[in-house]
């Protein structure tokens, strides 16, 4: 009876919590659909990091970011829930990640001087990544341009980032620095390393960040130009020698010379 009366308890919670593991992992077109609007809800968050850097801070601001902060914390709470290995999940650099960005929104609560922490918001950006691993279960071409994709958003998400870093570290003591695009402007120049030198970093702090962005700035561009600008590859193991990239109409391994059966879509 007892044992009964403990399942009648359970029931209802391991229901509803098959049905939230549905919606983040099933296949079916409720769950896309609904892991596509998670993704509009990070992008939202993103322009809306963007858009309040133009504006002063008032308390319609603050209570957007309070209220984007719950809703990135129910989101984190429920992917924790679902999860068979929660402790193993809170630990991994995306939970660390959205927990930095969930202090960082809910920074108002704390009080004016813990505004320094809307640094950590950028970090949502990474769940950029956690698109590309769906785009690449469910559309063909972004599988073939895959490697084309992750360089940009590797570069895109380094950008914002520093953009972030600048803006937040900047704007209340460097003149220069008014607004998100002043920011990004800075950044780009750095990346570029063409330093037209009308902004400045101020600080011992600020010219160590500037150094960072140039240092990385040269890497990042150049590996993006090498994947837009070089042939396109087929990505193909061969079964001898493990060589995995190949031209799409290669017959034979450039490697070792093992003939290859590389699959194609045949002639229009």
Known sequence: MLGQTRTDRTRPEGALRDRVRALYLGDSSTAHRFRYGLVVIDAAVVLFIVGTSFVERNVIVEVIDVL???????????????????????????????????????????????????????????????????????????????????????????????????????????????????????????LTTTGFGDITLEGTTGRLLAVVIMIAGVTLFLRLAQVLFRPNKVLFEC????????????????????????PTEGLP
């Open 239 to 262: 079964t001898v020698c493990g060589l995995y990239r190949h031209d799409p109409d290669a017959v034979h391994c450039k490697h070792c010379g093992t003939v290859l059966k590389i």
């Open 68 to 190: 984007l902060g719950l809703m990135v914390l129910a989101d984190f709470a429920a992917r924790l829930w679902i999860s068979r290995r929660p402790w193993r999940d809170l630990i991994h650099p995306a939970s660390l990640a959205d927990l930095a960005a969930i202090i960082s929104f809910l920074a108002p609560l704390l009080g004016e001087g813990a505004g320094f922490l809307r640094i950590l918001r950028t970090v949502r950006l990474l769940h950029t990544y956690q698109l590309l691993r769906k785009l690449r279960e469910d559309f063909d071409y972004f599988r073939k341009h895959e490697e084309v994709f992750v360089a940009s958003v590797h570069f895109m998400v380094f950008l914002f980032v520093m953009t972030g870093l600048v803006y937040e570290t900047q704007h209340a003591r460097n003149d220069e620095i008014n607004n998100w695009v002043d920011a990004l402007y800075f950044t780009v120049t750095s």
